[in-house]
């Protein structure tokens, strides 16, 4: 299907799911919500960028305290063994579509800490990774734009291949 | 893991035990507790720490003496400044590196708008926690001009890395000292707003008023330190009473808690401490800036491998939280042999599970934002 | 007060319990006291007029394995009489017991947690003694001198692939690809026109 | 290699012209309407008179009947999202302003578009519901919120006959259906099986039955001065004039409004009275395990009540829809003689129209300022103000209010002159309100910008 759809892309059917999916995609860009997940240094830029001067709320992108609103987690500072499977956890009880970004050279790579016994060398050890921002700690423009490249993929991308696939046996609808 | 913390507690079937963090809202970071409350009123509140630990004394031991000062900077992400400061000093008493007055004016200098910008976060999330949005972004904006001060004289926002053994990295830039001064015109002018915005707000007070008593010996007894003991009635401020740098040079007061709106020792005692210290940073930093005597910035000959002769040396900074220590053990090689910070949130930390009895589950937030505790230094 | 001041202090009551290094010519000087007399000694320097150390400023550890001690070391400060001291304790690095100060300073409850965590140390009379900064089920001391590194937790490693490795195979063999179709090109220059079907 | 599909990039002049577009056309196209098709639920009025038919007659009356109100209703409710949705980026404007911020500003004009984005979103998103919920109630609990929340329209009034139905009980009636939410909230925090949920849900539970009797009590203070139930009937005993508002003519409706406005602001779970969904406390309360579309309904009706709170106190106490000159007698001659109005009548509509959704905002914005403004209390102090302040308030209110009326039914002068004492008084307060307001903000060195929205 998806194959069919990327080489022909003329076919009627294909042509409409995709006008249906621009229409989703933009509401689904400008409507990001982040989960607060302020782990160390990086928290306080995080704080930052929602701020008065970056605002992060321009791109419609508000804070939300519980997983299951969120739609993007903001993986922000260093990660240690011991919170790294309280990120998943996190990570598990967001609802789909959901996206991380890892913010900082702690949360991309273990960053400064490489030399630690305790730290966890990269977030995308435990949960997939869609935008990773550069910095120690990366500035509020830096993690805007991590934000806008973050729209970018949405937009790029079906809803309909983002759908968790239904857990067999459960009964959830 | 749960049965494991709450050892210490009697447990019937009457309380529910709720899992407060490490992802919450109001924990400041990653730090857990595990609340035993009976209703909205809790039993016991146990801090479960280490989500941040980063074994930051372990890698001073494999970095040089120079090395380690980017690490310091983590210590205390909040108000980098201070562990800077509290290491570099420690180094200097132990090697007998003399720092040139200069440096130790914009020491004082670079370390007091830390302790504003702190005091401005710590506040900041403190009215967040007890529902008032605005003050915090409030905040956040004058700390902003903060920033681009301390960028404009070290280049970075947030982990300065300032200090350096033996003085400071960089003299002030061009026009740094005017931008500087409007700021602090401006900022006495903001924190009349602010008290007006939020200190005195009733339900602000009723809030915080007679909450989460601490009494002074108490505080002495746990090992508070910095605006929690002050808040406490306790008079002591280590830039006062032990002076280190350029401190004596300068006339400030150091508030104390007396009971603003209630009790000695509450939640609002402990918050209006660090408002008029935030008043008072901005008095130092003036004095300090129309005082400032020309010179080196560096002490000289400070070797780029610096070897260090067996010793230990103890130094204590007042840092945003309190007292920070740092101590240092040489063996005589061009590495630390043990780095320790002793840091305020630590102790603060301790002090939770013996106040929160009897306290409501509000009260508990408004109690963790009056200690202004900040992950990193408890972990380190 | 200065240390050998409160040196002489403690010697008329403790005997040999407490003994001083010489003070070293720059850093802190401090004194030595037996395990056993630890908390006598140090309600002795709490209570005692002119004393008063109400403040235990820190409580932390060093390891030395050449000696194949612990010392525990304590810093001590008077908020009235503003002068501070530093105690030490050693401890056998086999079986590190000492004894707990939380009956004389509350606030030693969470150092020596933190010391118990990082160091093995096992404080006597200490309320709660469990691992403070790491989860429960770590394995080892990791400030002491000879710690190995576990080698990640719960199945998360601990290994960074450096991307450069990654980067330069990928140069590497972008390059090869390139000198691969670089060099039969001349030799193949006449069906130059058939080559886009082929990759078609 | 995915497609990128672009959407044309707009001007930004056209940004402006479709944002205010859509932003008076869907509210308004959808009130005509519902305005066209009321009539024809009432088929004595419209079928007999417009069409010349007997409806008795019809084969199947009941069932035309019946598709007509579920298509009535299904607008009414379209009509609710839209404005609740309106006020969220209304609310996040104002805030942004407040935090020196300049908030929502992608989508749309001023980020006009932004609830829409949102509520798309939310209805993509995973209709998530936990293994260990309770997942018949789960699933059920917004419905409850959304129902209390839909049929408060019903007997809204938003202009001179721009009612849906003007119930003889209405007041009555908005106060037993605005009720359901909280059974929604105690569901949504029992079913969801997770401690902060149920935080929540209790805390709602106690703050809403509480609050409702101050509430109560304070609401019979306008009725026994129109001495009738039904909205309209309450705004027709008012004038157009400040000083003929039930609010300015009697001290006590006064107080009863204020006693009213901060019952409502805890009914409606808004700071100061915040606690069930405390962020800082509860992380997000009892929303804490929704997620997906079943959020937004609470989302929706979270803020559609702030515009439901703030019309229900423009009616009560500021004179509702009433447009100053304009009596009855002018409605009635505009009206014509016609079966269906003249364009004057219905020219006059769209003016009360305005002059209410004006009262409404001016309300709305206060509930928004005080959210922004103010912390939280604890939940003791909440309770406290309630059964120690304000239900005793209401009560000597509602009392004097009694007496009140038998020495206006006396002296009908009095109300004229204590009308115009209260305005004055108001418009004195509002004054000074503004000159302090003014030099807080010279105190901090700065000034009034309002060019920067």
Sequence with gaps: MAKIDSEVGGDVTFFHTSQLDQLINLARENSLWYLLFGLACCGIELIQTGGPRADLMRFGAIPRASPRQADFMIVAGTLTYKMAERAKLLYDQMSEPKYVISMGSCANCGGLFQLAYSVCKGVDKVVPVDVYVPGCPPRPEALTEGLIRLQDKVRNERWQDKRRAPVQGTGAA | ?380 | MTTSEIHDLLKARFGEDVSAAPPPPKGDAWLTVKAERLVEVCRFLKETAGLEFDFCEDLTAVDWPKRNVIEVVVHLLSYKLKHSLVLKVEADRGSPVVPSLYPVWKTADWFEREVYDLFGVTFTGHPDLRRLLLPDDWVGFPLRKDYAEQGGWHGIDNVRENPLVELKRLDDSARAEAAKSASPAPAAAPPATPAPTSQA | MPRTPKLPKLSPRAVVLLTLALGLGLPAGLFGAVLVLSPLAQPDFFVRAVLGHDPATWPHAHLVYGLVMALLAFMLINFGAIISGMTVWWEMRVSSRMQSRIGYNRAGAAGFFQWIADAVKLLFKEDLIPAEADGMLFRAAPYFVMTGFALTFVALPFGESLIAADLNVGIFYLTAVTALVVVGILLAGWSSNSKWALFGGMRSAAQVVSYEIPAGIALMVPVLMSGTLSMQGIIRAQGAWPWQWHAFTNPAAAVAFVLFFISQLAEGNRTPFDLPEAESELVAGYLSEYSGFRFALYFLVEFGNLWVMAAISATLFFGGWQVPGVGPEVYAAAKGAGAVPALGWWGLQLLSMVVMVAKTVVVLNVIVWVRWTLPRMRIDQMMNLCWKFLVPSAFVAFVFTLLWQLLVARAPALGLVTGVVLTGAFLVTLILFGRQVKANIAAAGDHVDLTNW
Aim: overall charge negative.
């Design chain 2, 1 to 380: 893991m749960e049965k494991l913390i709450l050892r210490r507690v009697d447990r019937n079937n009457e309380e529910m035990i709720l899992n407060f963090g490490p992802q919450h809202p109001s924990t400041h970071g990653v730090i857990n507790f595990i609340v035993e409350t009976d209703g909205e009123v809790l039993r016991k509140a146990v801090p479960d720490v280490g989500y941040l630990h980063r074994s930051i004394e372990k890698i001073g031991e494999v970095t040089g003496w120079h090395g380690f000062m980017p690490f310091t900077d983590r210590i205390d992400y909040v108000a980098a400044m201070f562990p800077n400061e509290g290491y570099a000093t420690a180094v200097e008493r132990l090697t007998g590196i003399e720092v040139p007055r200069r440096a130790q004016y914009l020491r004082a200098i670079s370390c007091e708008l830390a302790r504003i910008a702190s005091h401005l976060v710590s506040l900041g999330t403190m009215s967040m926690d007890i529902g008032a949005f605005t003050p915090m972004l409030h905040g956040i904006r004058e700390r902003e001009t903060i920033n681009d001060l301390i960028e404009a004289l070290c280049g970075a926002r947030l982990t300065y890395n300032y200090h350096r053994i033996g003085g400071v990295a960089f003299d002030l830039p061009e026009g740094w000292k005017e931008r500087t001064l409007a700021f602090l015109d401006h900022f006495d002018k903001f924190l009349v707003e602010f008290d007006r915005l939020i200190s005195f707000n009733e339900i602000y007070v009723r809030r915080l008023a007679n909450v989460a008593v601490i009494t002074g010996k108490d505080a002495v007894d746990y090992g508070l330190v910095g605006p929690n003991l002050r808040g406490s009635g306790v008079d002591w401020d280590v830039r006062r009473d032990l002076p280190y740098g350029a401190y004596d040079d300068f006339e400030f007061a150091v508030p104390v808690g007396q009971g603003f709106k209630g009790t000695v020792g509450d939640c609002y005692d402990r918050y209006y401490c660090r408002c008029l210290e935030m008043g008072e940073s901005s008095k130092i930093v003036r004095q300090a800036l129309l005082q400032l005597p020309e010179g080196e910035i560096m002490a000289p000959k400070v070797a780029r491998n610096l070897k260090v002769e067996a010793g230990e040396a103890l130094s204590r900074v007042e840092s945003a939280r309190g007292e920070m220590a740092f101590y240092v053990v040489a063996d005589g090689t061009n590495k630390a042999y043990r780095v320790r910070a002793r840091t305020g949130s630590f102790t603060a930390m301790g002090i939770i599970e013996s106040a929160s009895p009897g306290l409501m589950i509000a009260d508990l937030v408004a109690l963790i934002a009056s200690l202004d505790v900040v992950a990193p230094e408890i972990d380190r």
